[in-house]
């Protein structure tokens, strides 16, 4: 092993770091020594003519030896070059190998592997969507003074590479390993564009993001073509499914056609609140809103139901356009009310909160675009942004109540495969 004094702050006994030479990793093993230089940067401009020169040894031999290395093979002098190490592209001198039996110029196969690097794009990748921008991002790169730097569009071009990955990966990726319990769908605005998403929750209580759909407006034909295509995938139904919107006909109109009596429509409470006391005048909201608030919070489907009966007849009194808003759809509010498990998931489940949640930090990362330029570019930024969201999402509060939903979805869906059956 090879000791690096590393200088202290004075009064502070001097820190010895032991680093190890590319040697003791074996020298068949060129990609692990190529790592090892790459993790070392402070030392790795040093080691780099170094390891270049042990390979040209193998080679052709050591300078004035008679033997060693292959006698077809003499050193050819020397040119410039540059390799990576972490994300800054470097200036460097590359000896050169000849073979004379055939004319032609030996490849270094350290050298190759040094201008591939090491994790450049996901690197790219997570600082863009961190709000650097392409044009910022040499600014940004670490502070190395050899340091060529990364242009604009060579930034654009590795992010969309490594973004156009993350896309196929996203919309490729097959869902019968997930035991999805609930779907959650909704919608981000991307210029024009309505982007619908798709959120499932296992049985577990995980969050993963299924995929996302682009559409002008959220549509019956297009969002029922895409929750097809997540049946296609390996969305399971046969246990039953509780599919959470915030109140869209199209929307609704499409769990119905794609998923049919396998899923049970659960309709956010906070978006039919804020609907019916958006009818009424400023100075009576907050009254009805914490009445409506009340009546939602009952433990039970009968007493929820009589409540919200009983502010049906006065919003009439008040405001017709207020109780028919409260009417329309009122039975989808109370889905988890009748399956029995509103005390215990409807902190999660009784909104669209755990995909308005998700949609808020992905304004964090694509809010600050002001220009999309085309289709591939808001899929592309939309797909990686959700993929780098979702190892960070956590449990829904609740999680082990969600054996109970099962058993309450396996038995709303009895009687419809019985009078199926009997048809």
């Not at 292959?70 to 800054?88: F, T």
């Not at 009805?288 to 009968?302: C, D, H, I, M, V």
């Not at 919200?308 to 009122?330: F, V």
């Not at 005390?343 to 304004?363: F, H, M």
Request: net charge positive; glycine share 8%; proline share 3%.
């Amino acid at each position: 092993m090879r000791k690096v004094r590393q200088i202290g702050t004075k009064g502070k006994r001097a820190a010895l770091a032991t680093v190890p030479r590319p040697e003791a990793v074996g020298l068949a093993s060129v990609d692990a020594r190529v790592a090892l230089i790459q993790a070392l940067v402070p030392l790795g401009l040093e080691k780099v003519a170094e390891e270049l020169e042990q390979e040209v040894e193998r080679l052709a031999g050591a300078w004035y030896a008679r033997a060693g290395g292959d006698p077809h093979l003499v050193r050819w002098g020397e040119q410039r070059g540059s390799v990576y190490l972490a994300d800054q592209k470097l200036p460097v001198t590359v000896p050169r190998v000849r073979n004379r039996q055939t004319g032609q110029e030996v490849r270094l196969e350290t050298y190759a592997r040094l201008q591939q690097p090491r994790g450049l794009d996901q690197g790219l990748v997570h600082r863009i969507l961190g709000g650097i921008s392409t044009r910022e991002y040499a600014r940004c790169a670490e502070a190395i003074p050899e340091a060529f730097g990364l242009s604009a569009s060579t930034v654009s071009r590795r992010f969309k590479r490594a973004t156009t990955r993350t896309l196929q990966h996203l919309v490729g990726r097959r869902l019968e390993a997930y035991d999805i319990l609930v779907v959650l769908l909704d919608g981000k605005t991307f210029a024009e564009d309505e982007m619908v998403i798709a959120v499932g929750v296992t049985a577990t209580g995980e969050k993963v993001i299924l995929g996302f759909v682009q559409t002008a407006t959220e549509n019956r034909r297009v969002c029922a073509a895409f929750l097809r295509e997540l049946m296609d995938r390996g969305l399971r139904l046969e246990q039953g499914l509780l599919v959470i919107t915030d109140g869209a006909k199209g929307l609704q109109a499409a769990v119905r056609e794609a998923f049919g009596d396998a899923a049970v429509l659960q309709r956010c409470q906070w978006h039919k609140r804020e609907n019916v006391v958006s009818y009424l005048p400023k100075r009576i909201q907050v009254t009805f809103r914490r009445k409506l608030q009340a009546a939602y919070g009952e433990p039970t489907y009968a007493k929820a139901k009589a409540a919200l009966d009983r502010l049906g007849t006065e919003l009439a009194l008040l405001n017709a356009s207020a109780a028919a808003s409260l009417a329309e759809g009122l039975e989808e509010t109370l889905t988890l009310h009748r399956l029995g498990v509103i005390a215990a998931l409807g902190i999660s489940l009784k909104t669209t909160n755990i995909v308005e949640s998700i949609n808020a930090r992905l304004g964090s990362r694509t809010d600050t675009i002001d220009h999309w330029r085309n289709s591939d570019q808001k899929q592309r930024w939309l797909a990686t942004a959700l993929i780098d969201l979702e190892p960070r999402l956590r449990r829904i509060r609740g999680h082990r109540a969600l054996a109970t939903l099962r058993a309450a979805l396996e038995a709303h869906l009895k009687p419809a495969t019985k009078t199926a059956t009997a048809a």
